[in-house]
């Protein structure tokens, strides 16, 4: 049994997760620079925050690898390559943001949920036109 | 010694604010990098300039990334110029000469592909060396 007969429901899975990852990411862009405008630190909030949008993101992940299986674009080694990338930008501005006093701590990691949020864009447009295509 | 800030280790470039140019930079080098790659290796008949100058595109970001990180002001002023010169440059010449762009690369057309990041990039990479040089 194929659990993922029928295309509407493979879009339709990938569509919500899609736009929660880009609502996550969009949102923690804006609270951490506005954190970064009130001098704030990286605090524990945030990386909770953070962990919530990777969570999504390896949500992402597995349904990709999951639908791509049945898929016959050719675009599917560039689908993993920006999902494995906006994995692990933020983690790194995490650490990297972490070590640094001045307000562009946390900014480095809202900069960094902003390049989530672009790659995500070009995940969904190779899922659209480079994968999710009838062969 | 100037009055601003009381870092311990004193005030290297890719802190602060150096830190957001690093990851924009360094994030840039590597998709316009894997990306041209990728069409260098599959496709680079089919538009030799615009993947050419993708690459290069590519390795300049990278040597500016580089050189904020280790503090080499100099080498990061004459990456970031060069890459002011080249998304004006290529972006005009992908106007005028639409021949040699059938595809699209990072500078061509003022990076409209990348959403104008390319132009902006330098712009602020550029404001962001020169403040910090005249602080020092």
Redesign the interface.
């Known amino acids: 049994m194929d659990p993922f007969r029928g295309w509407v429901s493979v879009v339709g899975v990938i569509e919500w997760l899609y736009l929660a990852v880009q609502a996550t990411a969009l949102a923690l862009a804006a609270w951490f620079f506005v954190d970064t405008a009130r001098s704030k630190e990286v605090g524990r909030a945030n990386v909770v925050g953070v962990a919530v949008l990777e969570a999504l993101l390896l949500a992402q992940l597995v349904t990709s690898i999951v639908l791509a299986s049945g898929a016959a674009g050719d675009g599917k080694a560039m689908l993993f390559s920006y999902i494995v990338t906006a994995l692990l930008v933020p983690v790194a501005a995490l650490f990297w943001g972490s070590i640094d006093r001045s307000r562009w701590g946390i900014g480095t990691v809202a900069l960094s949920c902003l390049i989530v949020a672009a790659l995500m864009l070009r995940v969904h447009q190779i899922w659209e036109y480079q994968v999710n295509v009838v062969a | 010694m100037s009055s601003h800030?009381a870092?311990p280790e004193g005030r290297s470039l890719s802190?602060?604010?150096?830190?957001?140019v690093v990851?924009?930079y360094v994030?840039f080098a590597?998709?316009a990098g894997?990306r041209a790659g990728?069409q260098v290796a599959t496709k680079f008949d089919h538009a030799p300039i615009s993947y050419s100058l993708s690459a290069l595109a590519a390795l300049i970001y990278l040597v500016a990334a580089i050189a904020i990180v280790r503090g080499a002001a100099g080498v990061a002023l004459a990456a970031v110029s060069i890459e002011l010169a080249g998304v004006v440059g290529v972006g005009a010449l992908s106007y005028m000469v639409r021949d040699w762009f059938p595809e699209a690369s990072v500078w061509s057309h003022f990076g409209s592909g990348y959403?104008f990041v390319p132009l902006v990039l330098p712009v602020v990479g550029l404001v962001f060396l020169l403040r910090r040089r005249g602080s020092v």
């Open positions: 800030d870092a802190a602060g604010f150096g830190r957001l990851l924009a994030v590597v998709s894997v990728f959403g």
